[in-house]
């Protein structure tokens, strides 16, 4: 009660009452028994492929978006290629991310979307059956284990979050990206 007293004392002191607002802000965050109650956090954008669930880091996740249309066919590129897209005025090459790992094309539906990865220099937008919003795990949910998947992604994995009874699979773009296979999208 104090506390709130003294910031309706401020109320006419627009600037101080800004300092003093910001000073608790860093004070609670700061605070040794904040960071230990939530442990240091981890967040990532949930996926669904071929009915399983992935995570992919937020930070390497630009955007999310449903399916542009129409693409650009590509002449003489591999099937997984599905065309290019201008997105936000940069072009894009749109990828069915299903059947460039092996696993059959992706059906294209209301809840399709595309993933645009957040890569200095490989451009790409992954198509992935659904996009379920971003997942919060504590640093201590996260194994180096990698689980079998029926998405044949074993070697872009990136370890796994386990919450409660579910397993989540960190899904790399980073190393999707700079594989040698995605690199030869020619036929």
């Given at each position: 009660?104090?506390?709130?007293?003294?910031?309706?004392?401020?109320?006419?002191?627009?600037?101080?009452?800004?300092?003093?607002?910001?000073?608790?802000?860093?004070?609670?965050?700061a605070s040794p028994e904040a960071s230990l109650a939530t442990g240091r956090e981890w967040v990532g954008v949930a996926v669904r492929m071929a009915g399983e669930l992935y995570?992919?880091?937020?930070?390497?996740?630009?955007?999310?978006?449903?399916?542009?249309?129409?693409?650009?066919?590509?002449?003489?590129?591999?099937?997984?290629?599905?065309?290019?897209?201008?997105?936000?005025?940069?072009?894009?090459?749109?990828?069915?991310?299903?059947?460039?790992?092996?696993?059959?094309?992706?059906?294209?539906?209301?809840?399709?979307?595309?993933?645009?990865?957040?890569?200095?220099?490989?451009?790409?937008?992954?198509?992935?059956?659904?996009?379920?919003?971003?997942?919060?795990?504590?640093?201590?949910?996260?194994?180096?284990?990698?689980?079998?998947?029926?998405?044949?992604?074993?070697?872009?994995?990136?370890?796994?979050?386990?919450?409660?009874?579910?397993?989540?699979?960190?899904?790399?773009?980073?190393?999707?990206?700079?594989?040698?296979?995605?690199?030869?999208?020619?036929?």
């Amino acid at each position: 009660m104090l506390e709130s007293a003294s910031l309706k004392a401020l109320r006419d002191r627009p600037y101080e009452l800004l300092a003093e607002l910001e000073r608790r802000g860093r004070n609670a965050t700061a605070s040794p028994e904040a960071s230990l109650a939530t442990g240091r956090e981890w967040v990532g954008v949930a996926v669904r492929m071929a009915g399983e669930l992935y995570l992919v880091a937020r930070e390497e996740a630009r955007e999310v978006l449903g399916v542009p249309s129409p693409l650009t066919r590509v002449p003489g590129a591999k099937p997984w290629l599905l065309g290019l897209a201008s997105i936000r005025g940069q072009l894009y090459p749109v990828i069915d991310l299903r059947q460039f790992l092996g696993s059959g094309v992706t059906p294209l539906s209301r809840t399709t979307r595309i993933v645009v990865a957040n890569h200095r220099d490989v451009p790409a937008a992954l198509v992935v059956d659904e996009v379920l919003g971003f997942r919060r795990f504590t640093e201590a949910e996260f194994t180096d284990a990698v689980p079998v998947t029926i998405v044949q992604c074993g070697r872009f994995l990136a370890g796994s979050f386990r919450h409660e009874s579910q397993q989540w699979p960190v899904l790399s773009l980073r190393r999707l990206l700079e594989d040698q296979g995605f690199a030869a999208a020619a036929l």
